[in-house]
Each structure stands twice: as C-alpha cells, then as structure tokens.
C-alpha cells in the first residue's frame, strides 16, 4: 500500500484525494506531513537551483517524530531476556525509519528524474537488514543480515554510478569478510548438546543498557540529520564534460583501442601509444593523424562510421575527431583517481593488509603443549622421514 | 503492475505522480540512510553482549561511512571519495582479519564471547 503514497508536487496531495489515500492506508503519521502545509518556501513550485534548503524536502517535526519512534521500535526490539516483543519493535522501527524515507521522497519537488523506486526499495532492504543485524539474537543470522545489508548498499552505489565499487564491495565484502565472520562464529560458539537445541547463549540472550544505546543512537542521528538543516543539493544526472575530457586525455591506450576498432587507421599512419599526445589536441577533441595509403583511406571513408569522425581536406594530414561516446567509464575515473593521485596509500593499504595477515596468523596460532612421550615419538617419526 | 493497479483508482494527478516516481533523489536521501546504517551501528556496538556482533557492527558504521562517500563522490563529480571507500574496504578487512583473530584467543582463555567477562582489562 505504501506505493501509493505517490510523490510529485506536494499540492497533488495535500487535496481532497491524498487525504482520501492516507485515509485508506491508514498512516498515522500522514497528518505530520500536512500539518504546516506553508512549510518550505520552494515546496509548491519546482525548485531548479543546485542548491536546496533541507526545509524544501523533509519536515522537521515529521523527522524528530519519525526518529523517536524508531527509537522506541529498536528499543523493543533488541534482544532482552523476559518478555520478546522483537517484531514488534522490528516493525514499529522499520515503518517510523521508512515513513521518514517516504517522506524524503513526498517533499521533494521535482519528480520523475531517476528510478526512485529503486531507491526506496534498497533503501529499506538495507535499514531493516541493518536493523536485524544488531537485534538478532543468533550471530549467524546477523551475519547472513549483514550480507543482505552489503548487496543492496551495492545496489545504491550502482544507483549512484559507482559500479566499480559496487562489485568491489560484493566481492570483498560479502565474498571474504562475511564468510570469515561466518568460520569465526561457528569456531567461536559452544555446540548445544543433544537435548537443548535451541539454547541461546546468555551474552546473546540479553542486550546490555539497551535504553542508554538506543538513546544515545538516536540522539546521535538526531544531531547528524540537524546538522543538514544548513541546507543539501541535488544529484545532478549529468557529469561534467571537462571532467570527462580531463580523465580521458590521461589515457591514449583506451582512445587508440577505441579508434582502432572503428577502423579509423585504415591509410593512416599509426602512432604508438605514447607518441598520440603529439598529434592530439585535447581541448578540441581531436587527432591529426598523417595520410599514408589515400586509395585505402577512401575504402575506408566509404564506411559511414568512419566518414563521420574523419574530416579529409585532401592534403597530407586528416583531422580525426574523437568519438562522442568516447568517456572515461567509472573504473577509468577510479583507477586514475587512485594511482595518479593517491598512490602512496595505495601502497600503504598493500602494507597494511600484509601486517594484518602476519597478525592474524601470529594471534590465533595455537600453542601445542606436547607431552615428553609425544616428543620422543615426534623425534623418531621425523628420523624415520629422513631415511627414507 | 501492484503499482498500476493501486494507481488507476487513484485520483488522475495522483495516477500521473506515481508514473512519475516518488520524487527526485538527493543527496540528503543517501545521506539519511548512511547515517540510520551509522546509528543502527553505533546502536549494536553499545547494546550487544557478543563480541563477534560488536566488530559486525563496526561493519555496519564502515558501510554507512562508505555510502555517504560514494554519495559524495557522486554529488562534487570526482572519484576521491570512491578512492577513499577504497581504503575504508581495505581497513575493514585487516581489522576484520585481526579482530576476529583476537576474538578467538579470547574464546579460547574463557570459553565465553561475553564482553563482560573481559571487564578486568579495562585498567
């Protein structure tokens, strides 16, 4: 039913019909959403600067409301020994956490320029799978929750063009630190015996000052989402050419590859990758290259692909024009982001990861107390091995 | 189609709003959710007796911090912050390698993942 708390400009739903659908959807806290309907100045008309006041897509009181019953929601749903109402506190925090996220999306003005939908959808998936990460009692189904909580987190960094990191997040994440949580748990729990299958350990069993943490939680989202009351901007669709442009000209290799598989360097000379900045002009766009078979220029220019990038004049050179959907992808910007201008903790990172690997293993060897029976016969198995 | 449905016997300029999504994403949706992962993180590490559920739920700050980078990363137009989710992925991997290591030593000394048992090292 939640679907059809439709967005667009608030006037679409401040009428007669929105209340009608919250009517029908039965939401108490729709009346919040209406109850300053003057609230933020840009609300009724699309609001097209960069720049946006937090007041102009989400409702303070609505906030602070939302988040105190989150509050009380994951209050009750953090593992306690007596009385267990943990759905219940699920559901309450998941539907006040969710109602704040809704209405995100009902204040803000201008609709229809991403796939929302997918937003809210993954956004949920990770909060409520957050949220069952630290209330389930059982660590193996917090660690699998986690791992739910990881994939739609990728989820939204492919929303937020980020793929490169998207993948690397599965991989690394969901592919090698969970499954080590996963042997850890399993190492690290006493197995039940036979007839206490379901025994819950005691530290699992209870939270410690559950009120004190949630509160302290809450009060802590509280400051953070008050401290954008200064004011947020909107996500852009389109990246910024000249920062396009400046990425690709680090990167000859991918425009020859991409020339050559046009098949622009038919009667051309062809230079090598790291001679073309010679022959480029980086503002405009374009390669100069020098003619060197016109007949199988011509055949080539024949191709209408080819004939549109390739301005001929007849003389000794060309001036080929660099292909329009010719951009630096994501991982292009991610890796020369990384070793052009970070390369010192890129090799500082390997440094790290080698000396935890070394710590690891040092801390959780296990020191074996042998016996001197056990010796003598450890000594007379290694002598054996060496005669043979 | 649930969307379509509920949409037709809907009022039409409620019917085209819905078409339309539930309005634009900005930075602040992305960065509400990465500060609920943050909380909820902050949240399980205060709240749980478990040591292994403590260091899952400094996983869950990492991803919100992470997510609030990309997010960045995405609003400025560069890829510093993606660089820097990186590193955070790297950090999190050796202090998961480590933490866990430890976590079993200590299993082994008193057969209990209770933080309270350790309560003796606090000095």
């Not at chain 1, 401040?14 to 009346?31: K, N």
């Not at chain 1, 409702?59 to 009750?76: F, I, S, T």
């Not at chain 1, 704040?100 to 939908?117: E, F, K, S, Y």
């Not at chain 2, 943050?38 to 996983?59: C, D, K, Q």
Request: with cysteine.
């Amino acid at each position: 039913m939640l679907w059809t708390w439709g967005s667009g400009p608030p006037h679409a739903w401040r009428g007669r019909s929105g209340r009608l659908l919250a009517a029908r959807a039965g939401l108490i806290l729709w009346p919040l959403g209406v109850w300053k309907p003057s609230f933020g100045s840009g609300a009724a008309t699309p609001c097209q600067s960069a720049e946006r006041r937090l007041n102009a897509i989400v409702n303070p009181l609505l906030l602070y409301v939302g988040l105190a019953v989150g509050a009380v929601g994951v209050l009750m749903a953090l593992p306690r020994r007596k009385v267990n109402p943990q759905i219940i506190g699920a559901v309450i925090a998941a539907a006040a956490l969710g109602g704040v996220i809704l209405h995100l999306g009902l204040r803000a003005a201008d609709a229809g320029q991403m796939p929302n939908i997918n937003f809210y959808l993954f956004a949920g998936i990770a909060i409520l799978a957050g949220l069952r990460v630290v209330t389930h009692q059982r660590p193996v189904y917090s660690a699998l929750f986690f791992i739910l909580t990881v994939l739609s987190s990728a989820a939204m960094y492919v929303m937020l063009g980020a793929e490169f990191l998207a993948f690397a997040l599965i991989i690394i994440y969901a592919g090698a630190i969970l499954i080590t949580y996963l042997f850890v748990i399993m190492l690290a729990t006493q197995a039940p015996s036979e007839e206490e299958v379901e025994a819950l350990s005691p530290y699992d069993a209870e939270a410690r000052d559950p009120v004190m943490a949630t509160a302290m939680g809450f009060l802590l989202l509280a400051g953070l989402t008050g401290m954008l009351a200064q004011g947020v901007g909107s996500l852009d669709p389109a990246g910024s050419a000249g920062e396009q442009q400046a990425i690709v000209a680090h990167l000859p290799g991918k425009v020859m590859r991409d020339l050559n598989a046009r098949g622009v360097f038919d009667g051309l000379e062809k230079p090598a990758e790291e001679k073309l900045h010679e022959h480029w002009d980086v503002s405009a766009g374009t390669v100069t290259l020098r003619v060197t078979d016109r007949a199988a220029l011509e055949q080539s220019m024949a191709n209408e692909r080819v004939a549109e990038l390739v301005s001929d004049g007849g003389g000794e050179e060309v001036v080929v024009h660099l292909p329009s959907n010719l951009k630096a992808s994501n991982i292009d910007g991610v890796g020369w982001a990384l070793i052009a201008g970070h390369p010192m903790s890129l090799e500082l990172a390997g440094v790290v990861l080698l000396m935890a690997m070394l710590g690891a293993v040092v801390l959780a060897r296990k020191q074996v107390e042998l016996g001197e029976a056990a010796k003598a016969r450890a000594v007379q198995f290694l002598h054996a091995e060496e005669e043979d | 189609m649930l969307i379509n449905l509920l949409a037709s016997h809907a009022a039409p300029q409620l019917h085209a709003a819905i078409e339309g999504g539930l309005g634009a994403i900005t930075l602040y949706h992305y960065l509400f959710v990465a500060m609920v992962m943050f909380a909820l993180g902050v949240i399980g590490f205060l709240a749980r007796r478990n040591l292994i559920i403590m260091f899952l739920s400094t996983e869950l700050m990492f991803q919100g911090a992470g997510l609030a980078l990309i997010a960045f990363s995405r609003y400025h137009f560069n890829h510093t912050g993606e660089v820097f989710v990186i590193f955070v992925l790297t950090v999190a991997a050796a202090e998961a390698a480590l933490a866990l290591a430890l976590v079993v030593l200590l299993f082994r000394q008193r057969e209990s993942l209770d933080a309270q048992e350790w309560s003796s090292l606090q000095g």
